[in-house]
């Protein structure tokens, strides 16, 4: 047991570049004009180590990516809403194929957009007032497709730009 005490005490032996380390104090200077105040130190940030992070990151399933396209999709129809609205009007006048359907539908839309930016000052503002424009036509959609037993408005969409309308 002593020998175990002895090794303990060779082990702990300070070295001359930790005792470097440590930082000697200065005894606080007045001058002799003020009267002495308690030395106050400047508050030293507490040292922290950094913990190494450990980030958990899952695995993600094929539904999630299937869920992404779908509402990647679905944001593009409802951007292009007012367009697809117009271009189911004109596909009960005219027969049209899918890809005629998109094309009429993003130029319509894009002019719709064009005409929002002009009239309206600033990109958001305009952007803002064609979300609106977008909202009111997909609920003006909503409401013939409850109004009206026989004209399936989404099915017909969907049918018109799938190309299975032709």
């Given at each position: 047991?002593?020998?175990?005490?002895?090794?303990?005490?060779?082990?702990?032996?300070?070295?001359?570049?930790?005792?470097?380390?440590?930082?000697?104090?200065?005894?606080?200077?007045?001058p002799a004009?003020?009267?002495?105040?308690?030395?106050?130190?400047?508050?030293?940030?507490?040292?922290?180590?950094?913990?190494?992070?450990?980030?958990?990151?899952?695995?993600?399933?094929?539904?999630?990516?299937?869920?992404?396209?779908?509402?990647c999709?679905?944001?593009?129809?409802?951007f292009f809403?007012?367009?697809?609205?117009?271009?189911?009007?004109?596909?009960?006048?005219?027969?049209?194929?899918?890809?005629?359907?998109?094309?009429?539908?993003?130029?319509?839309?894009?002019?719709i957009?064009?005409?929002?930016?002009?009239?309206?000052?600033?990109?958001?503002?305009?952007?803002?007032?064609?979300?609106?424009?977008?909202?009111?036509?997909?609920?003006?959609?909503?409401?013939?497709?409850?109004?009206?037993?026989?004209?399936?408005?989404?099915?017909?969409?969907?049918?018109?730009?799938?190309?299975?309308?032709?």
């Amino acid at each position: 047991m002593s020998e175990e005490i002895k090794n303990e005490e060779e082990k702990v032996e300070v070295t001359p570049a930790a005792a470097a380390d440590v930082p000697a104090e200065k005894p606080a200077e007045t001058p002799a004009a003020e009267p002495a105040q308690p030395a106050v130190e400047p508050a030293q940030p507490a040292v922290s180590e950094t913990q190494p992070q450990i980030i958990i990151q899952k695995e993600r399933g094929f539904s999630h990516y299937v869920g992404f396209a779908l509402l990647c999709v679905l944001c593009i129809c409802f951007f292009f809403m007012p367009g697809i609205a117009l271009t189911f009007g004109v596909s009960r006048l005219v027969s049209l194929n899918g890809a005629a359907a998109w094309i009429f539908s993003a130029i319509l839309s894009f002019i719709i957009w064009l005409i929002f930016k002009l009239k309206v000052k600033g990109f958001k503002k305009s952007f803002y007032f064609y979300i609106g424009l977008c909202v009111v036509v997909f609920a003006l959609l909503i409401a013939i497709e409850v109004l009206t037993e026989k004209l399936n408005v989404f099915a017909s969409i969907f049918a018109l730009l799938s190309g299975a309308a032709a």
